[in-house]
């Protein structure tokens, strides 16, 4: 590793600390703009109980106090407890929310990059031929779809038409339809990123070259150009992951998965303050780290790239 | 005239003037002369090649078509968004006229039928408060368009005015301006624009009672302040670095020599030139704000009941979806058809406008 990407990545891993630190301290200030703090419901409690509530959230010390607390309670990962869900920390929540949506999302990204990856190939192999018409049109019209839309047509058709698949997540077979809600928009995003690289790639001279010499089409096919075709793809990793984690938060809804988009979304409409704070601040910073990771795994993968 | 063609030359190899090229054109000599075709301006050109591109004049053609629809259909349409039929002073709340199935009639209205009235259809029927539907998605996408357009225009201004000084003045403001923007586009934003629509639910609401406002409605209010807020960077990046490449120009130094301004060399030199990246990001700015319009609507952040949006209406209809199907398939296709057009114009504008980047 030379000292230029050394250099870039502890410029990308300053910027990741500010950014998440940033959002801790949005998150804190935004939420406690609240009219009667965040800890308080619409119901007006007597007085007695505000100042006892008080005490015991720490709200009566002043704001400056409450956010290093705050803070400090971030970095032993506690995020203090739910006001909505009594007895329950929000840590607790998260990180049982978060198992579920691991596995729901992490299948939907392994899917979109396998199939986008392969999809991608053949339209650029195919160019200009019906395969590469009918994935263009597919793809043009999937990209075009939020995943609310996707998630619910599927349950229309699958589900309530046909009913092939179960409508509850939490049954066998549940997470097929939201992984498949999931994946649709970046592998179609997939698809057309390496279909366009591979374009670019197959029209270079050192293709010709390795063909003229008599390489294998399959050969110089997968491992001179796809290897190179493959570097755009990477950049659109981290993205692909800030699409699916707030993806996420509707098509749980939709299907009723247990995961953690599905207590965001009822943190929301119960207006679980501490859950939301909770909750943005650790889907913010997966997304920020993966961004990260995504960045430096580009400029790994691609010396040529000018580090800025 | 044949006397002068005839002047002997004195010297073969002298400078003598031939006067033949003295004389008065002919008409056919001026013929050649006149521009058979008008000068070809950056923007007519770039349309020109537009036109050809057939894809992207149909996606025109049926915006401009929904454009009409949504600000004409609701002026001559016999009911209201809000309007629930089934509600009439002083009486009791007929009951008959929620959740009509497509093309039927309540009860009175049958009764009026009967007597030889008559009562425009409910082309997709009532929804369960017994408001007409089809005007709901009429409205509910006439909303979506109006936030795309308006979040468009705020990201247009803001990002070009940012993007235009930084570039412009480059050095130590452009690197102070541009870590500004490196910030705010690692955060992740939707999370950002979810709690802040929570937020500024809660906070504006007692603010703009009674006000103009108050009929916009916050989360209308909040989506537009989170976009000002977080949508502008990329505008601002690109224009940036399209300012930065065109400052290089002979022409600006040439501007700045006879004594022009900042703000005139780039109002006059600079925006002008990069019109076309400013132009197709604006574009495709249009369907990314319905997008997330739509979103929020449909996690219950967006417009505020009894206004609909498409993408509350996708929501409303997820609870009914057994026996309504078509009120989840009908904003569905609308939402689809919308960003659809936009996008597919946007690649075409792209490919019309910026020939570089044409793939």
Not at chain 2, 304 to 332: E, F, K, V
Request: glycine content about 8%.
């Amino acid at each position: 590793m030379d000292s230029k990407l050394a250099l870039y990545i502890v410029k990308r891993l300053t910027l990741a600390v500010v950014t998440i630190f940033l959002i801790i301290t949005i998150t804190f200030f935004v939420m406690h703009q609240v009219p009667g703090g965040p800890f308080l419901s619409e119901k007006a409690p007597s007085p007695a109980v505000t100042a006892a509530l008080e005490a015991k959230y720490g709200l009566d010390k002043p704001k400056s106090e409450q956010y290093t607390t705050y803070l400090k309670g971030i970095l032993k990962g506690d995020f203090g407890p739910s006001i909505k869900q009594r007895g329950r920390d929000v840590t607790t929540v998260i990180m049982k929310g978060f198992e579920v949506s691991m596995r729901l999302g992490g299948t939907a990204a392994v899917i979109a990059l396998t199939l986008g990856l392969i999809l991608g190939s053949l339209a650029a192999i195919f160019h200009n031929s019906i395969i590469d018409k009918i994935i263009m049109v597919v793809t043009t019209g999937l990209v075009a779809m939020p995943s609310f839309i996707v998630a619910t047509l599927l349950l229309l058709f699958f589900c309530v038409w046909l009913g092939i698949f179960p409508a509850n997540g939490n049954e066998p077979g549940g997470l097929i339809l939201p992984i498949i809600s999931l994946s649709l928009y970046p592998m179609s995003y997939t698809t057309r990123l390496t279909r366009s690289s591979m374009l670019d790639v197959l029209s270079q001279d050192y293709i010709r070259t390795a063909r003229a010499k008599g390489v294998k089409p399959s050969k110089v096919l997968f491992k001179h150009a796809l290897r190179n075709a493959v570097t755009p793809v990477v950049t659109y990793a981290g993205p692909m992951i800030a699409y699916i984690v707030t993806g996420s938060l509707v098509v749980e809804k939709i299907f009723a998965v247990p995961g953690l988009g599905k207590e965001f979304v009822s943190s929301i409409i119960n207006r679980d303050y501490t859950m939301i704070m909770g909750t943005t601040i650790f889907l913010g910073t997966l997304i920020i780290i993966m961004m990260l990771v995504s960045d430096i795994l580009y400029k790994v993968f691609d010396p040529r790239i000018e580090l800025g | 005239m044949n006397n002068i063609d005839k002047m002997p030359k004195k010297n073969p190899l002298g400078f003598q003037l031939n006067l033949k090229d003295f004389e008065k054109a002919t008409d056919e000599e001026k013929a050649q002369k006149v521009i058979m075709s008008e000068s070809m301006t950056f923007f007519r050109d770039g349309m020109r090649r537009l036109r050809k591109n057939r894809i992207a004049m149909t996606c025109l053609t049926v915006l401009i078509l929904i454009a009409l629809i949504v600000t004409l259909v609701p002026m001559v349409y016999p009911y209201t968004y809000e309007q629930q039929l089934g509600v009439e002073q002083g009486k009791r709340i007929d009951k008959t006229y929620n959740n009509l199935k497509p093309l039927e009639y309540g009860e009175t209205e049958l009764e009026r039928i009967a007597n030889g009235e008559n009562i425009f259809p409910h082309i997709f029927g009532t929804d369960s408060a017994g408001r007409d539907y089809g005007i709901r998605v009429i409205y509910g996408a006439r909303i979506s368009l109006l936030v795309g357009f308006f979040a468009a225009i705020i990201v247009l201004i803001i990002g070009v005015v940012y993007g235009s000084i930084s570039g412009y003045f480059g050095g130590k403001t452009d690197l102070f301006m541009m870590r500004i923007v490196d910030i705010i586009y690692s955060l992740p934003d939707m999370l950002i624009i979810i709690l802040l629509s929570v937020v500024l639910n809660e906070v504006l609401q007692p603010k703009i009672e009674g006000t103009a406002l108050a009929k916009v409605g916050t989360d209308m209010i909040s989506i537009f302040i989170v976009f000002g807020l977080l949508y502008w960077v990329s505008m601002a990046r690109l224009v940036r670095g399209q300012i930065l490449s065109i400052k290089q120009n002979e022409y600006i130094l040439a501007a700045k020599s006879v004594g022009s301004s900042p703000w005139r060399i780039i109002k006059k030199h600079l925006l002008p030139n990069s019109m076309s990246v400013i132009i197709i990001s604006t574009a495709l700015q249009i369907p990314s704000a319905i997008f997330t319009e739509s979103y929020l609507s449909f996690l219950g952040l967006g417009v505020s009941i009894p206004m609909p949006s498409l993408g509350s209406l996708a929501s409303d209809a997820l609870s009914g979806i057994y026996s309504y199907p078509y009120r989840l398939i009908i904003p569905a296709i609308a939402i689809w058809l919308i960003v659809l057009s936009f996008n597919l114009l946007g690649d075409g504008l792209r490919d019309a406008f910026d020939p570089k980047l044409k793939k």
